[in-house]
């Protein structure tokens, strides 16, 4: 088998040939490990997939890492987040935190040293929608 | 618009007007092709050339700011970027300005809330177009959407706000409790 038919979708890493064998991670499971550590930061409201008709559109947990860019290579990984914030909290604080906590996590996890975590912050979400000035008498 | 764009914009506006009657001249005048040599080389304006060369290249600059300024038109689109030591942050004008909306309408008064933020600079700018409710002070309510823009922005972007320009837009109908439940 060689060493690039494992089927791990878009962009699997080839591995140095060290004497077991390389590990390869596909980076759809860095994706996802990252998707999770960053939503799992108070003041992440989610992930976001694009911006949509003016709103950033939020993603549910099942497609966290459509959020995520990830690089990986032998032995560090990068990763981009689009993420949506709560209202109120303080951006640069909880962007610091979400960048703490992907690289804990990626680097746990996948053994990768990650160098870089760069946080988009797409949109912020509101407690309850905002909606039109609707009609005053109901 | 900042005021040099309109200075440009005016400079320019009249070297069109120019421009278009020296052409026009030409094309109706009765030697057109030697026309501008004739005045302006060679001719009564000879002496002008220094003149002339000047005007030439404030148009030939116009253009080029003019164009400079239709490609960056998206330059208030850029998102705010602040480093940190395992990355950047990057957060979205859309952001910002949901944001802003949001804080601007908290504000007692405030009917409605249009916003643009230009991130272009160092700082933060802010525009905000608000229809207020009648009955209030508008300096004074205008004056409270600043201090709260500044400080509320500043503090959740994390970075400076140095212009918050408050547009009244109208003032809307008085708000009344509903009379029909």
Redesign the interface.
Known sequence: MQPGDLGYGDAPQHGKHETLGGIKIASEVVGVIAGLAATEVEGIAGMSGGIAGGIAELLGRRNLSKGVKVEVGEKEAAVDLFVVVNYGVRIPDVAWKVQQNVKRAIESMTGREVVEVNVHVQGVNFPHEEKQEGPRVR | MRAYDRVVVFVSALLLLGTGAVFLAMAFGPNPTRLFTDLFLTGPFQSLRPATIGVAAAAALAGVYLFWLSVRGRGRRK?II?G?S???????S??VE??V??AAREVHGI??VDTLVDTSGDNLEIFVSVVVSPDLSIPEVAEQIQTKLSRYIG????VDVSRVSVNVRNVGHE??P????
């Open positions: 998102p602040r940190t395992l990355g950047e942050v990057r957060i979205s859309l952001a949901s944001l909306r949001r009917q409605d503090d959740t972007v994390g708000q009344k509903a009379r029909v439940v």
